[in-house]
């Protein structure tokens, strides 16, 4: 049997926008999941997602649809929708069909949250109510973290290979130019995974300077965690604080919105915020060094391992539990 697999796309939370990309009354078409989708921005302030089609004569709500307000009206014939997919009105009825009467949901409603400046929708390919939370991530809101910056891609890959990246550790040194290759202490924990490395990075001074004897060094910590297949966080600590949130979302399975938030303590000294900076451009510049691969290559079931390749086996066992059809368990038996 051919040794190359496709996976479906796994359930969890995933980010469908940024908090500050959908103001009270917009209206925006989403693509995810294989599915056409409307999000909007209740006037009161609520972000609410729905399937995209009206149950009336299937007009896309995303394309004219406007916030009328809590609910959204269809461009079609203007029927109006609740955030929960109920049908509120029907303008020029006398009565209201029974398919949609007595507030019987009549679209699908995507469990919604907005958490850490962005809105997570739940998916589950069967429709299952959530198995588990967004995390919510103090520094993206608390005032003594700067503004969000943030970097987008849209590219062809399954969102399992971005996430295997993280523990591939001999493609630090071969794709992104590491010394060595990255040793860390890896924790499962439900449907959560941690990661904790610890470097030698130059002593920053107090006033700021950066030691450049070569002789001044401190310990300096990452800590990586992934929360479901969606949402990712790492901090940086020890010589230097920053922090950043990675959303990765499934547009079908083979094509991933990866998006990455960073913020940093508003207090950094100068010679903190250089390496800060250079820490967040190396970040996003290795994710255009591992493009190209995750574009071309295929999903091996069975990989070859070897001794030096970090701990991928346990990380697709941890992974496979996201699949409602049991994809990655399968691998493991074939194994
Ligand atoms: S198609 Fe939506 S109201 Fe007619
Ligand atoms: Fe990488």
Known sequence: MENTAKLPIPFGWYCVSLSR??????????????????????????????DAYCPHLGAHLGYGGKVAGENIACPFHAWEFSGEGTCELVPYAKN???????????????????????????????????????????????????????????????????????????????????????????????????????????????????????????ESYLDTSSNGPGQTWQRFSGVFETFMMGTVTPLDDNTVHLRFVFTQPKDLNAGQDLMSQAVIQNVASQVEQDMPIW????????????????????????????????????DSKAA
């Open 21 to 50: 990309d959908l103001q009270p009354g917009e209206v925006k078409p989403l693509h995810y999941f294989d599915k056409e989708m409307v999000i909007f921005r209740t006037d009161a302030g609520e972000a609410k997602v729905l």
């Open 96 to 218: 209201m069909p029974p398919k949609v009467a007595n507030g019987k949901q009549c679209i699908y409603a995507y469990p919604t949250v907005e958490k850490n400046q962005a809105i997570w929708v739940w998916y589950h390919p069967e429709q299952i109510a959530p198995l588990f939370e967004v995390e919510d991530l103090p520094e993206l809101h608390s005032n003594d973290w700067t503004e969000i910056s943030t970097y987008e891609w849209t590219f062809h890959s399954h969102i399992q290979e971005t996430a295997e990246n993280g523990c591939d550790a001999a493609h630090f040194m071969y794709v992104h130019g590491s010394q060595d290759v990255p040793k860390g202490e890896v924790r499962h924990e439900g449907f959560q995974r941690h990661a904790h490395f610890v470097s030698q990075a130059p002593e920053i001074f107090e006033d700021g300077s950066i030691d450049t004897t070569g002789t001044r060094f401190r």
């Open 295 to 330: 574009e071309h290559k295929v999903y091996r079931p069975q990989p070859v391992l070897c001794d030096g390749d970090g701990p991928i086996s346990q990380f697709r066992k941890w992974f496979s539990q996201f699949y409602a059809d049991g994809s990655g368990t399968k």
